[in-house]
């Protein structure tokens, strides 16, 4: 029973909504459940700290993109540590064993700093669940390859961070950037 328990744990389910989200836009809709790197079953979600981000918990993305660029990306979470500040942003690269092989943080003009207005920030509290939700919108899309995964921190900010959870998400991306 606990290795079926296991293995459903870290089963992760990812969905492409090709849906159109509003006359010249789209959805792109991705769910997940935590699992350690190099679980028996693979996951697009991966946890790298157990005791915050526990295997079996859950998260969902959804990236709402309409007209003239203008794009929402929204976070759930269901299942972590209750009662915690999380920071959350949109990386470049695809998830690995290590919290680093997400690579930098997405940033709509890569010369330019770290600003809200400059990346997706998703932080996050935890209710008595361990639910949580973000959302945030930005009159710019992504680039195309640009995009790939949701970091999850042990708390928000730059400086003394840890990566605790990652999760490989299939962003889209607006037609005519580069």
Request: charge should be positive; charged fraction near 15%.
């Amino acid at each position: 029973m606990v290795g079926a328990a296991l293995w459903a744990g870290a089963a992760a389910m990812v969905m492409l909504a090709a849906a159109p989200a509003a006359a010249d836009g789209y959805t792109v809709d991705a769910e997940g459940r935590f699992a350690p790197p190099g679980a028996f079953v693979p996951s697009a979600a991966v946890t790298y700290d157990q005791a915050l981000v526990p295997a079996a918990g859950t998260i969902r993305v959804r990236q709402l993109a309409g007209p003239g660029a203008a794009t929402t990306v929204e976070l759930r979470v269901s299942g972590l540590k209750p009662g915690r500040t999380y920071g959350a942003y949109v990386h470049q690269r695809a998830c690995g064993s290590t919290g680093a092989d997400a690579g930098e943080r997405y940033r709509n003009d890569a010369a330019a700093g770290s600003t809200a207005a400059n990346e997706v920030r998703l932080g996050f509290n935890t209710d008595a669940r361990g639910a949580g939700a973000a959302s945030v919108r930005h009159g710019w899309g992504f680039r195309r390859g640009e995009a790939a995964s949701v970091v999850i921190q042990d708390r928000p900010g730059t400086v003394g961070t840890r990566r605790v959870a990652c999760f490989t998400v299939p962003f889209g991306w607006v037609t005519g950037m580069s």
